[in-house]
């Protein structure tokens, strides 16, 4: 059982081979989004911040900016500044070269602004493409796959059919000795007692523990009922009453092998098995957190039916509502039934969806990279700007 | 074959999921507790939300996937459509912890 990768320089594997524009501050997402319109093979990374943050933030977004440039679907990356910005940018490249990969850093003001800028990084970039496109496909076995998990736009039939089936892949996925990381830890509330149960020691458990009670003390800071932001108002007409039920259901998309540690936002994992990312269960700051952490293809498991992806990591939707599959067929790759025995009977779509993520990450494109739904992302901040 | 129009997750539950919209008035056949019950609905229940298939008293916990899931707001009788409006979360509450800004 095997798939086919690309080989990178420090012996991991990626599924895509794209060149990341990736943005070290607001201010350059309009020359980042215009590179990546002109190049084919370039991908543009955009988000808000880098800038009038406190530390923390500043630490976490520099981060989380190493950690995506070292995501092993990028073959290349351009960093494109605007050159006052508060995160370090020769830092930045400074870490994510240590992979072993092309980092260049294109600054507007240096440069003399968007025309210049724009020319020469498409040149930059037109040169990595070249370099990038030499590189070819080999075959590396099951162990290499590093898959996240993610449910939005939930309703009833997500904690039902679709993440069961995401988690009987994820249970294949480990099993094969590979990597899987969930996270949405808003999502834990009222379920984190059964996940602890999972943890593979106190310590791991307590971990579990902190994230959830840090993540609702701050939903509680502002003195209301979350319900309404928490589940959404999309999820309570789907039929979801409460965070609780809510995440009784998220919580099986982890499937059920034992959980071997708990990751910070924005933190990179390079072991194998079952890990817990800190994240909010928004979209554009999970799936940023998620690709962070190393993965090369995450698992979204819809309800209501949510479109978009990721820039350089394949999302593949999986849908359990009938009425989504129908007049979603556009952004759904993958259909799950709810079977006439119920949920213990989704083994077999568990098999299914780890055979998709197999010939995804082997080349098939996912609906969404297609469309190219998925060119708006953020990164998870906690304080204020400034 | 006859498709089901609920589903009780776990034994413990005294809520099931509409798998197809349901009708005031309509009458369910289920086993609760092993034993075979009529279930009469009292509201519409749209698919994918809830009923209820046990009597739960207000300030009891309703149950689904054997877990809590929140509290009855008020008494929820069997084949009642419960949801938000009878429903409480017992988390992320800020509105009763009190807020720090």
Known sequence: ?386 | MIKRKIIIINPKDNVATALTDLKAGEVLQEEIDGVKKEIKLNQDIPFGHKLGTKEIPAGSPVIKYGEVIGTASMAIQVGDYVHVHNVKSNRGRGDIKGGAL
């Open chain 1, 1 to 386: 059982m095997s798939f086919l990768g690309f080989p990178r320089p420090n012996g991991e594997v990626g599924i895509r081979n794209h060149i990341g524009i990736i943005s070290t501050v607001i201010c350059a997402n309009d020359v980042s989004l215009r590179i990546a319109q002109q190049v084919e093979g370039a991908v543009a990374f955009l988000h808000d911040q880098g800038c009038c943050q406190t530390p923390i933030d500043l630490n976490q977004v520099t981060k989380t900016l190493v950690n995506l440039g070292k995501n092993p679907n990028l073959a290349g990356v351009l960093l494109v500044s605007l050159g006052c910005e508060s995160v370090l940018i020769e830092e930045i490249r400074e870490k994510i070269a240590t992979s072993g990969k092309p980092v260049k850093i294109l600054g507007i003001q240096k440069i003399g602004g968007m025309l210049p800028a724009i020319a020469e990084g498409c040149r930059i970039t037109q040169e990595m493409v070249i370099q990038a496109s030499a590189i070819r496909r080999e075959t590396f076995d099951d162990s290499h796959l590093s898959i996240g998990v993610k449910c939005g736009a939930s309703d009833t039939t997500s904690g039902l059919i679709s993440n069961p089936a995401a988690g009987a892949a994820f249970d294949l996925i480990i099993d094969h000795g590979g990597t899987c990381v969930f996270g949405e830890t808003t999502e834990f509330l009222g379920a984190e007692h059964i996940l602890m149960r999972r943890a593979v020691n106190l310590q791991i458990a307590q971990k579990i523990e902190k994230i959830v009670t840090r993540m609702e003390k701050r939903a509680e800071l502002m003195g209301v009922d979350m319900r309404g932001g928490q589940p959404t108002t999309g999820n309570i007409k789907g039929g979801l009453t409460t965070i609780e039920e809510k995440s009784l259901g998220a919580i099986v998309k982890a499937g059920t092998r034992p959980i071997k540690d708990v990751y910070e936002y924005g933190d990179r994992i390079t072991e194998k098995g079952l890990f817990v990312m800190d994240s909010p269960g928004r979209e554009p700051e999970f799936l940023t957190g998620i690709a962070a952490t190393g993965v090369q293809l995450i698992i979204f498991s819809t309800g209501i039916g949510a479109p978009q992806g990721f820039p350089f990591v394949p999302v593949l939707k999986i849908s359990g509502n009938p009425q989504t599959q129908r007049c979603l067929a556009d952004h759904i790759d993958k259909i799950v039934q709810l079977p006439e025995k119920g949920t213990d009977s989704l083994a077999q779509a568990g098999q299914d969806i780890f055979e998709e993520i197999k010939a995804i990450a082997s080349g098939k494109k996912t609906k969404a990279e297609v469309l190219g739904y998925g060119q708006f992302s953020n990164i998870f901040t906690v304080g204020p700007v400034i």
